[in-house]
């Protein structure tokens, strides 16, 4: 859930999570590319220093040939040492360059190549300082050569000095075509440091190292590889992962969504059953607020009839004809409240929609004083009402709203006769740009604490004979007019207020 929304109906949630999907399938990707890189190098590495070992290893064979040739012919057979030597070179092109060097005459030497003072220098060097194994060093007059000089006959009689000299280019040439694609990148050192062949700015990282496998020559072979994003990322083979990706992310969310489309379809099944259920005992409920709410609200009206009958009984006796009339038109106001209160109760539990104009809540307060003001007489308590000049429209019920008038007027009455002081009520009624507020104030003893919060909680009261339906059946008449009713702060007593909207054109009312 992200701010109350599932991810799955978040769009741009959905594409972000896409698109880390697809960068680590790129990332992936990538990462088995360059394994199978590195890999490969080092499997053709192997190959390669095998390779160069290999020949290598052959230049030991030739300098033994040329040497016994040279000894066995004492310079008698240049000729027979010149054509071995051109045979090899044809043979083995990386051998370009073959001298037989005399010690002892410095104008004496053969070769395939006109010898370099410098060059003999350096032979005659090598074969003095000699033990006995053959002397590896660098060509001083070709790049990428290196030479190989030992003593003829290999003794402490030695007369000559013999040379091979090697293209280090051509030790590693047709080594596969592996070598050939850009990036791969040999190097080939002598055992002293002084590069061979070393590639422009080298290998940018260096994954096989290793001395050929030849005694006379431990030549040191090194590898690497400059990995491109080309490399990494081979289009096509990008272009298929990314498309699988793709694929599974789509087939994922459509598998997630249907899942989740069959967890809200049970969860509304059950959610649908536990309405049911609610429903049904909350008609049972209300069947039993109706029953007792029709004994607690009807005692009014009910107990007017009866005494303005028995009042219209001593009347007709007395033929008293001017009195009966208006008794008997109370008893008949007293009968049609009482019915309307009925035809309340039948449809609390029914959902209608009606029209319900806009009317003076003064009406219903005057209605109300009028009912009240015998009762707060014979019970001593002051009535007190705080009313504007100007009408005060609210768009209600009207009878509702004066029922719940009566039923805060009659409360605060009795709680005001509770007391030992003289008990007052006052009623406040004012309105503003926005809503219409009714106080009804007593000095009664008050809500005790641990009632205050189930107040309007059916069945809930403070008197031995009351129902507890009084504030409970206000509440629900307040809030069918889009109103809230609660019991405000005081000093003393109770104080209940009713807030309405202010509207002063009918409306459309869901009842």
Request: contains cysteine; proline residues 6%; hydrophobic residues 45%.
């Amino acid at each position: 859930m992200t701010g109350g929304k599932p991810i799955l109906e978040n769009p741009p949630r959905l594409i972000a999570a896409g698109v880390l999907l697809l960068l680590c399938a790129a990332g992936i990707l990538a990462m088995a590319e360059r394994a199978s890189l590195v890999a490969e190098l080092e499997q053709e590495s192997i190959v390669l220093h095998r390779l160069a070992s290999q020949r290598a290893d052959q230049h030991d064979a030739h300098m033994t040939a040329l040497s016994a040739i040279a000894v066995a012919a004492d310079g008698a057979r240049d000729d027979l040492f010149l054509d071995v030597a051109a045979t090899i070179s044809r043979f083995y092109p990386r051998i370009d360059e073959v001298q037989l060097v005399s010690l002892f005459d410095p104008a004496k030497s053969i070769g395939t190549e006109r010898l370099e003072p410098e060059l003999a220098e350096t032979i005659r060097a090598a074969v003095k300082e000699s033990d006995g194994s053959i002397a590896l060093l660098p060509h001083p007059g070709k790049r990428r050569h290196y030479i190989l000089v030992k003593r003829s006959p290999n003794s402490e009689v030695a007369r000559y000095g013999l040379m091979l000299g090697i293209d280090a280019q051509r030790l590693l040439d047709d080594a596969g075509q592996f070598w050939q694609r850009p990036g791969a990148a040999p190097d080939l050192s002598l055992p002293g440091g002084e590069k061979l062949i070393a590639h422009d700015g080298g290998p940018q990282t260096i994954r096989f190292s290793k001395p050929l496998g030849s005694a006379s020559q431990p030549l040191l072979l090194q590898t690497g590889m400059e990995i491109g994003l080309v490399d990494l990322f081979p289009p096509a083979k990008t272009a298929l992962v990314l498309l699988a990706a793709a694929l599974a992310y789509i087939a994922a969310l459509i598998m997630l969504r249907q899942r989740l489309r069959t967890r809200r379809a049970l969860e509304q099944a059950r959610l649908s059953a536990l309405d049911s259920r609610l429903a049904h005992a909350s008609r049972v409920n209300a069947l039993g607020e109706m029953a007792s709410g029709l004994a607690h609200e009807l005692t009014q009206p009910l107990t007017a009839i009866l005494a303005q009958a028995q009042a219209g009984r001593r009347l007709l006796s007395r033929h008293d004809m001017a009195a009966l009339a208006p008794t008997l038109e109370d008893t008949v106001t007293q009968a049609r409240r009482a019915s309307a209160m009925l035809e309340r109760f039948r449809n609390w539990s029914r959902p209608r929609h009606g029209s319900v104009s806009a009317f003076d809540l003064r009406e219903a307060v005057a209605n109300v004083r009028a009912l009240l003001e015998p009762q707060a007489v014979r019970q001593g308590v002051q009535l007190a009402f705080d009313v504007p000049e100007m009408p005060v429209p609210v768009a209600a019920d009207s009878v509702e709203m004066e029922q719940v008038i009566f039923n805060l007027c009659r409360n605060a009455i009795e709680a005001a006769d509770s007391t030992d002081r003289t008990g007052r009520v006052s009623v406040r009624l004012r309105q503003d740009a926005a809503r219409t507020i009714l106080e009804v104030a007593d000095n009664g003893p008050g809500v005790p604490e641990e009632l205050r919060p189930r107040l309007f909680t059916p069945f809930t009261t403070t008197r031995p004979d009351g129902t507890g339906l009084g504030l409970a059946l206000s509440q629900r008449l307040v809030e069918r007019a889009g109103g809230e009713i609660a019991l405000a702060d005081s000093y003393e007593g109770a104080t209940f207020r009713v807030v309405l909207p202010h509207r002063s054109q009918p409306m459309e009312v869901y009842r």
